[in-house]
């Protein structure tokens, strides 16, 4: 009888070696940061004093807009070195670019208002006055106008990008009914909009400038960051309660997975994969693995604080703004950026 004990433990004792063995040759569905398709290839000290938000890639030119709360600079996409700084802002959010007006346009939040800048010279042109939270901005080339969603005043506000700032006004606000975070255009009449206390997306024609659907983010809440596959009509929804990523149908507001994504994520990006950076310092990437099935296939690890970031689409390279951190000051609740540690974050292709 004991002899039977024994060795039928020690038959489930090889059992479970061999099912142990077997599960950690498997391939992981998200594999560690330095062994699946894109890995930190370099990190540019900027330094410079102020925050971040939004960072934009002009491909083109190779430069990266990066607002820095009351100014904004111009890197090298190469090199991180400071082409321009574009000063004049009091709290700033984000840059478009329109290439045929020769004009950016920066969102500045705390002024409610639109700084324009010369695309060669750098130079400051004028403000447009917007509403309060001047936020997220894009260029929707549908209409032709440049978009911006203003968070405490819940609306979207067009502006034409050749405006002539010393008579003109932007046009009319469009009302949402919710606070608005961020947005993508299909560039075919219709941009969506994130609402992060409705838990929504906002559709809104941009012929008419007319809200005319919503959908919900369920199983995701608190929707930040929004990108879109323009091919195959996707949205890429960042949420922050609970953490996913969201892929849903452009057409009809259904939503074909939702991933699980680390803490803190305020900006999604799409290129052939999809991105989440995110505020604990993972970047997610994943992708379509089956026709309709979506997956996490890799978790690059970023410093903290790289929430945001912009993309290269010719390069498939992507840049993400942070900065070295601190122990939170007495009656702050969380630590403090140290003085001068701005730095780019680069993030390539495995093999670049």
Known sequence: MRKSKITRAMVRLSLAVLITSFAQAQPSASTPGGTGPYHVSQTFRVGGEGGWDYLTVDPEHKLLYVPRSTHTMVLDASTGKTVADIPGQKRNHGVAIVASAGRGFITDGEDASVSVFDLKTYAVLGNVKTADDSDGVIYDSASGKVLVVCGDAGVMIPISPDLDLATGKADAAVELGGKPEFLAADGQGKAYINL????????????????????????????????????????????????????????????????????????????????????????????????????????????????????????????????????????????RPKPGSFMVVVVSPSGK
């Open 196 to 335: 992060v206390d409705k838990d929504q997306v906002a559709v809104v024609n941009t012929k008419t400038m007319k809200v005319v659907n919503k959908w919900p983010t369920a199983p995701g809440g608190s929707p930040v960051g929004m990108s879109m596959d323009l091919a195959r009509r996707l949205l890429f929804i960042g949420c922050r309660k609970p953490q996913k990523l969201v892929v849903m149908g452009a057409d009809d507001g259904k939503v074909l997975a939702d991933l699980a994504i680390g803490a803190g994520v305020d900006a999604t990006k799409f290129d052939g994969d999809a991105f989440a950076s995110c505020g604990d310092g993972t970047l997610t990437v994943a992708r379509e693995t089956a026709p309709g099935k979506f997956q996490v296939v890799q978790t690059v690890q970023t410093p903290r604080g790289a929430r945001t970031m912009g993309i290269d689409p010719t390069t498939h390279t992507l840049y993400l703004p942070t900065a070295e951190f601190g122990p939170p000051s007495e009656g702050q609740s969380r630590p």
